[in-house]
């Protein structure tokens, strides 16, 4: 056996839109400890890694951590690992925005620490193969993917050192994350996970390099894990028998950086298209992620699972934005404003980076804080169901879209704009002017899946919609269960499986249509509040989700407008709804005219809006009713209730200083409900409110022989 070299990296992030509170939580439970504990230990060598909204948190609010990196790095003890600056998922940027993102990073590095980062970390292991020339082609050498992906690419036994990859000739080196390792540290006992070291030793003939990376928060963040790794003092256990075994010569650590300089590559490799096995369940349909838990658990009951799990593989990161239609608007609107920008600094003749002082850069910097990962995505962490990290990038894109259209010269006028903004091969509807943004989905019901409260960059339709989940028959039996962790060690969090409020498994109904404003619903007579919020009320006509015509659309100085139709059924009787959108300022309408075939007939027509201010049970944002007193209960934006005909209802959001008023006439009464999901955490499962479903309904409204029916709704929003 030869001398084992230890090549370690910890990877540390919060995302762009997390809670102030959340940063000042991990800082004193995780990264603070982390590196004064790495201080007392000079001998071990490791890589850091710290994604941009960290670095940006502890530059203002603990500015001494830098001093103590700075510290390490100027004795050789730790190497800084670049990577895109906001943590983007670099597979799905344009890349004019990936090479920016990791050239800010670099950047960044060399001004504060004094060093330009040679290898980098690639958010989420996301690997694709076209990213090796990217990747190389902004300077780095060297990323770290996880030995699956090679496996993937049909490599068995121990992988040691790092391999060579290219595309169209421009090589790059990858380092395999060994999964005994990532599943060992912490959660392992600290002589146990030397133990592991000790057989991977065994397993490598001569000098070889084993490479440990993964999320720093795995060492006080994660449930269970400050009290074990700090309060028990399992790092510094396990450094300390590490430091053991360097003086005795069978171990060392080293820097990726030193040891890609000093040996050949252990062979060539082309990986698949991949990220971590977890990742790859996550992206699949709820259906297909049940089947393929009950493949994989019987492939382990019969002892098969470790022969076939190279090829035993899910979907890839780009699942998510089909199995989450609100994830694809997001990434397609971040690509839309992309490219707004790129007019724009092209107009300038400004390349796209960012160069000090100039008039687009605070624009760039508001589309990278967009891009950062968490929120376009759901696995084990909350990410795309947390409505604060969606909102954080909505905020940012508008920022970015406004600051574009003032250089490119457009927006200050209402406009009508015909695009298939979200690559569908379908065409949408934008009505826009400096108030206001509303994006039209045609062949979703005439629908509306973006509001935007331009002055306040605030996205009303930022709603979540509620779906099967592949974990949700794990989470009907742990609210059955109670289930804790256990004892001795921390669990880890893809064992959690703690309830943490009452009540989810009520959560668990699924709409039936896309959570859209204006949404056109037929319902049978006597359809009741408690059927809609239960979604089990009947839908007698075609028109909820299905394509509406584009008639005609203009733009004036006075609004912006759309008229839409659709020719449709409402049981057996052809039924015609014509809808016009007319954005005026900040108020947007919605007319409807309803017209039916033959002898007249009683209908319930109901048009539904679903909107949020991100809170269902805060004291800063709730409902209004002028000239009527609510009660406590009634004000939060999460009740349920029917308010009278003629009732004009306002949602107040004094945090962003704003309210929405939602009117209807003539004559309907107004249902609301709230949007509630229930999804998984790292800390377990939980409740999130998205939003509030209103909808103004009008009872036997007679339509036929010429005899139409006609009524309006509308959103208008008003700053405070």
């Known amino acids: 056996m030869g001398q084992l070299t230890l090549l370690l990296a910890i990877h540390n992030h919060q995302p762009d839109g997390n809670f102030g509170h959340v940063f000042q939580q991990a800082y004193d439970d995780c990264y603070r400890p982390l590196i004064d504990t790495l201080l007392d230990f000079p001998t071990i060598k490791m890589a850091l890694h710290h994604t941009g909204p960290l670095l940006e948190w502890i530059e203002r ?124 540290i912490p959660f392992l006992k600290a002589w146990e996970s030397i133990e592991v070291l000790e057989q991977l030793r065994r397993e490598t003939p001569g000098d070889a390099a084993i490479t440990y990376g993964d999320d720093g928060e795995k060492f006080g963040v994660w449930p269970h894990t400050k009290e074990w790794v700090w309060e028990k003092g399992w790092l510094k256990e396990f450094l300390g028998m590490l430091v053991e075994r360097q003086r005795e010569g069978s171990f060392k650590t080293a820097h990726f950086g030193e040891y890609l300089a000093s040996h050949r590559p252990t062979g060539r490799v082309y990986l698949p298209t991949a990220s971590y096995e977890e990742m790859g369940e996550w992206s699949l349909p709820a259906d297909a992620q049940q089947h393929y838990n009950e493949v994989r658990q019987s492939l382990k009951d019969r002892g098969e699972l470790d022969r076939a799990r190279a090829f035993f593989r899910g979907g890839i990161w780009q ?124 062949d979703l019901g005439g629908g509306v899946f973006e509001l935007d409260y331009r002055p306040k960059r605030f996205n009303l339709l930022n709603v979540l919609g509620r779906r099967a989940e592949g974990y949700h028959a794990r989470l009907l039996e742990a609210a059955r269960k109670h289930g804790k962790a256990g004892d001795g060690g921390p669990v880890s969090i893809h064992d959690l499986n703690a309830v943490k409020s009452a009540g989810l498994e009520e959560l668990l109904r699924y709409d039936r249509h896309p959570r859209l404003a204006f949404v056109d619903h037929f319902y049978p007579a006597g359809t009741t509040l408690q059927a809609v919020t239960g979604c089990s009320y ?24 759309v008229v839409l139709r659709r020719k449709g059924r409402v049981g057996t009787r052809a039924v015609t709804v014509d809808k016009t959108l007319t954005l005026e300022g900040a108020r947007l309408t919605a007319t409807y005219r309803i017209t039916a075939e033959g002898a007249p007939v009683p209908l319930t027509f109901a048009s539904e809006s679903s909107l949020t201010l991100l809170a269902g049970d805060a004291p800063d944002r709730y409902y209004r009713v002028a000239g009527r007193e609510l009660s406590k209960d009634e004000r939060k934006l999460a009740s349920t209730g029917e308010l009278p005909a003629g009732t004009v209802l306002e949602m107040v959001n004094e945090w962003d200083k704003f309210f929405v008023r939602i009117s209807a006439t003539p004559n309907a009464i107004l249902w609301r409900h709230p949007l509630e999901t229930a999804s998984q955490s790292e800390g377990g499962f939980e409740r999130t409110y998205q939003g509030s479903a209103l909808l103004p309904v009008w009872r036997d409204v007679v339509v036929g022989d010429g005899q139409p029916f006609e009524c309006k709704v509308t959103i208008e929003m008003v700053s405070l």
């Open 61 to 184: 609010e603990r500015p001494d951590y830098f001093d103590k990196i700075r510290t390490l790095v100027g004795r050789d003890q730790v190497e800084l690992l670049g990577g895109g600056f906001y943590e983007p998922m670099l597979a799905v940027l344009p890349e004019r925005d990936a090479r920016g993102q990791i050239a800010m990073m670099s950047d960044y590095l060399e001004t504060h620490f004094e060093v330009r980062p040679t290898g980098m970390w690639l958010a989420e292991r996301v690997w694709e193969p076209a990213l090796a020339k990217l990747i190389a082609d902004a300077g780095m050498k060297f990323t770290l993917v996880d030995d699956g992906h090679f496996r993937a690419a049909g490599l068995e036994g121990t992988l040691r050192g790092h391999y060579v990859t290219e595309k169209a000739g421009t090589p790059l080196a990858l380092f395999p994350i060994d999964k005994k390792l990532r599943e060992a």
């Open 319 to 442: 699942n998510f934005l089909a199995k989450y239609p609100e994830a694809n608007y997001l990434h397609k609107k971040m690509v839309w404003v992309s490219d707004k920008l790129a007019r724009a600094e092209e107009k300038l003749g400004h390349p796209s980076n960012l160069l000090a002082g100039h008039a687009l850069d605070h624009a760039r910097r508001e589309l990278y804080r967009a891009q950062c990962n968490c929120g376009y995505w759901h696995g084990l962490f909350g990410g795309l169901y947390l409505n604060y990290l969606r909102d954080s990038i909505y905020r940012h894109l508008i920022e970015c879209e406004i600051h574009a259209e003032r250089v490119l010269g457009i927006g200050d006028k209402p406009l009508v704009i015909e695009a298939d903004i979200d690559a569908d091969l379908q065409q949408e509807v934008i009505l826009q002017n400096v108030d206001a943004a509303v994006y039209i989905k045609p």
């Open 538 to 561: 009947e839908e007698l006509g075609d028109f909820t989700g299905t394509l509406y015509d584009v008639v005609d659309h203009s733009a004036s100085s006075a609004g912006a407008k």
